[in-house]
């Protein structure tokens, strides 16, 4: 998956960003999340919606797993930011984050892994 060359994109540096169709889409970058990195993703997302929570459907990469406090900030964070997230990744990419993520609790928003990124989309547009 490549970012598009038909509409605006934001670059951040966790991850590129676009519209389609309502729905906030992201490209993952391969670096370790940080609660810096994440606080500045958190501060771009926010710029780029308008400060309103929406869908996101966001396309998966591998990078190094997050140390417990980014873990505990970046799930604190979601609600602000997302109304559902949509992961697309390679079978059992998304599972393993999510299983990192949220091992003790359930997810604060709805989340679904996806292999195809039609799907996902299809599945993210009840929460417009």
């Known amino acids: 998956m490549t970012a598009p060359t038909d509409r ?7 991850a590129t ?3 389609d169709e309502g729905v906030l889409v992201s490209l993952s970058k391969s670096i370790r999340r940080t609660v810096e990195n994440i606080s500045g993703n958190v501060a771009l997302v926010k710029q780029i919606t308008g400060n309103k929570p929406v869908p996101l459907l966001i396309y998966l990469k591998n990078s190094p797993v997050p140390d417990k406090e980014t873990r505990r900030f970046s799930t604190e964070q979601l609600p ?3 109304t559902a997230m ?6 059992g990419l998304s599972q393993l984050i999510m299983n990192v993520l949220f091992k003790l609790k359930s997810p604060p928003i709805p ?5 195809d990124d039609k799907a996902a989309k299809e599945w993210l547009k009840q929460y417009l």
């Not at 605006?8 to 966790?14: L, M, P, S, V």
């Not at 949509?86 to 079978?91: E, F, L, S």
């Not at 989340?111 to 292999?115: L, P, Q, R, V």
Request: glycine share 4%; no cysteine.
């Open 111 to 115: 989340m679904k892994s996806f292999t």
């Open 17 to 19: 960003y676009w519209f």
């Open 86 to 91: 949509a992961m697309v990744a390679k079978p």
């Open 80 to 82: 602000h930011i997302y």
């Open 8 to 14: 605006q994109t934001y670059e951040g540096e966790i």
